[in-house]
């Protein structure tokens, strides 16, 4: 149990659906990230948020739409996917932006996403 | 540009020892972290370095060099549970982190 949950854990959609991944962590944090981990690729930050502001935006295709209500709850819309965007999305948390440089992050384990 | 390499697979034997290189070249240095993933699973924190030389955490331990941009961890006593993949990341001068694909641990009985 890390702290961070990630809902669902499985996810398969055609490429004209939109669907919502989840993220919600127990940690009191006041930074969340989500990250693409593509086999044998290093981790992708694509997009951080500190108290509910983002900070963050790594050139992601608009396709993806982050959504950070409250500094507990952080979700990744998703409509009109493309076949590579198949891979595992991971979110973490950390105190704040500033200590993930020299604090752990906290990771929940993650989404699987398949597009058909 | 910034870059983390380190090997992409190893095995080892059950008790034995094995060591998982990373090196690394970034803009500037902050500290080092290693984590473990399991296959469906969270990466959890194993280690940070920020300074020269070996931290020990019971069975594991994590070395840095910053003036040779290389690290290594360290696994003692193998178990089958330590099968799993180790990732290796640094903060850099603006303090993101850049991540290393990942080492997936083979261990075998």
């Known amino acids: 149990e890390t702290g961070v949950t990630q809902t669902p854990r499985h996810l398969v959609m055609g490429m004209t659906n939109k669907k919502s991944l989840k993220c919600e962590q127990h940690l009191g944090h006041n930074a969340m990230y989500w990250y693409k981990q593509s086999a044998k690729k290093p981790l992708e930050l694509m997009f951080v948020?500190?108290?509910?502001?983002?900070?963050e935006n790594n050139s992601v295709p608009s396709r993806f739409s982050p959504e950070c209500p409250n500094s507990s709850h952080l979700f990744l819309h998703l409509h009109t996917l493309q076949p590579e965007d198949s891979a595992l999305y991971l979110c973490?948390?950390?105190?704040?932006?500033?200590?993930?440089?020299?604090?752990?992050?906290?990771f929940g384990d993650g989404t699987r996403l398949s597009i058909l | 540009g910034q870059n983390i390499d380190q090997p992409t697979e190893m095995t080892a034997t059950e008790g034995a020892i094995v060591q998982i290189n990373c090196t690394y070249q970034?803009?500037?240095?902050?500290?080092l972290f290693w984590y473990q993933q399991h296959a469906g699973e969270a990466p959890t924190f194993l280690s940070y370095?920020?300074l020269d030389g070996l931290e020990e955490k019971g069975r594991f331990s994590s070395f840095l060099s910053r003036s040779k941009g290389y690290s290594y961890l360290l696994l003692k006593e193998l178990q089958m549970k330590d099968s799993a993949s180790y990732l290796c990341?640094?903060?850099?001068?603006?303090?993101?982190?850049?991540w290393g694909a990942g080492t997936k641990l083979i261990i075998k009985p």
């Open positions: 948020y500190s108290l509910e502001e983002r900070v």
């Open positions: 370095n920020v």
């Open positions: 990341a640094v903060s850099d001068s603006n303090y993101q982190l850049i």
């Open positions: 970034t803009s500037g240095f902050n500290g």
């Open positions: 973490a948390s950390s105190q704040d932006v500033e200590a993930a440089s020299n604090q752990p992050q906290h």
